[in-house]
């Protein structure tokens, strides 16, 4: 998550000056330091690894932060689908569940991928517009971490994403 910048929207103002959400403290501490200018590895807590992606997600995911700069991003060639994927609709996607099945997909990349669908991410499952482009992305991916010894991963990943999709 190396050069990601992240600021905070109106509601992460909002609730820097009522504090009505009930943030965790090591939530709220993060929130603060979230300023428009220093990237996540340059922010200090006490957070790190996945708790620190956890509490960024979770941040956006409730519309306190925004990504602003450093996206996340050469992979191969789409593999053969899965019964497990969530089933393709000509729907169009909601901008938000977009992106939270990004965020997943993201942190299973750096967690268990190595960074292996950096620019993927970006340039294919960023330009997913329904959920028919997202079941073969989905398809790639869940593949990809088969193969690499993750499936069992993958499910709890995909049962994630599915959830998300139902919203």
């Known amino acids: ?3 990601v ?11 820097m000056v009522n504090r009505s959400s ?8 993060l929130l603060i330091q979230i300023d428009g ?3 996540t590895d340059q922010l ?7 708790e620190l992606l956890q509490a960024l997600l979770e941040l956006e995911w409730d519309g306190m932060v ?14 053969p689908a899965a019964a497990s994927l969530p089933a393709p609709s000509p729907a169009a996607l909601g901008s938000k569940q977009l992106a939270q099945i990004r965020q997943i997909v993201y942190i299973s990349n750096n967690t268990h991928l ?3 669908l950096d620019e993927w991410i970006d340039r294919v499952l960023g330009q997913c517009a329904d959920h028919a482009g997202l079941h ?4 790639h991916w869940e593949s990809l971490m088969t193969h690499r010894g993750h499936g069992e991963v993958a499910q709890s990943y995909l049962q994630q994403i599915s959830a998300i999709l139902r919203r």
Do not use: D
């Open 66 to 79: 925004e990504k602003i700069a450093g996206q996340i991003g050469p992979v191969p060639a789409p593999s």
């Open 136 to 139: 073969q992305c989905l398809q």
């Open 114 to 116: 190595r960074g292996e």
């Open 22 to 29: 009930g943030l965790p403290a090591k939530s709220r501490q």
């Open 37 to 39: 200018i220093k990237t």
């Open 1 to 3: 998550m190396q050069g």
């Open 5 to 15: 910048v992240y600021r905070k929207t109106q509601q992460g103002l909002a609730e």
């Open 44 to 50: 200090i807590t006490t957070l790190s690894g996945r």
